[in-house]
């Protein structure tokens, strides 16, 4: 009998951007602008509260049967500082299933351990280019943070 071996390579996830000398105004403008060329469907935008909410982006991995579907949604909220600095803040909900009733192997913990690092990648791959896309309409920001996401089977 052979085992298989799961090795944990995370990509972080972004959580957050401020720029600074950079209206609240442009920012807001350059986040909508940015999510919509990405292929996001907003299903919010509030330019007075700063914030922006999209609705479920679904994907599938195929890397390996079972294949997975994710999907998840981002709340966005602007806010400016004492400083002249707006900050951007990103909030991710999401959850995954397996598209097909699971074989007794996909309970052991590793192996779900695994299909959320591949989902997780995803993710941050998407969440990076968005940011990547929010630079190019807005600038460099000042700094950036990042997060762990969350997952919930659904």
């Given at each position: 009998m052979t085992t298989t071996e799961y090795t944990s390579t995370y990509k972080p996830v972004l959580s957050h951007g401020v720029?600074?000398?950079?209206?609240k105004d442009k920012?807001?403008?350059?986040?909508?602008?940015?999510?919509?060329?990405?292929g996001y469907m907003i299903l919010a935008a509030d330019d007075n509260t700063g914030l922006i909410s999209t609705d479920w982006t679904e994907f599938r991995i195929?890397?390996?049967?079972?294949?997975?579907?994710?999907?998840?949604?981002l709340n966005f909220l602007l806010f400016?500082?004492?400083?002249n600095a707006v900050t951007v803040s990103v909030?991710?909900?999401?959850?995954?299933?397996f598209e097909v009733p699971a074989p007794d192997y996909t309970?052991?913990?590793?192996?779900?351990?695994?299909?959320?690092?591949?989902?997780?990648?995803?993710?941050?791959?998407?969440i990076q280019g968005l940011f990547m896309e929010f630079e190019r309409l807005?600038?460099?920001?000042?700094s950036t943070g990042h997060m762990q996401i969350s997952w919930n089977k659904y």
């Open positions: 720029w600074e000398g950079v209206s920012v807001f403008d350059g986040c909508v602008k940015a999510m919509h060329i990405t195929e890397r390996m049967p079972p294949f997975v579907i994710g999907r998840y949604r400016e500082s004492a400083q909030k991710i909900n999401a959850d995954w299933r309970h052991d913990p590793r192996f779900v351990m695994a299909m959320q690092e591949q989902i997780n990648n995803k993710v941050s791959i998407d807005i600038g460099t920001p000042s």
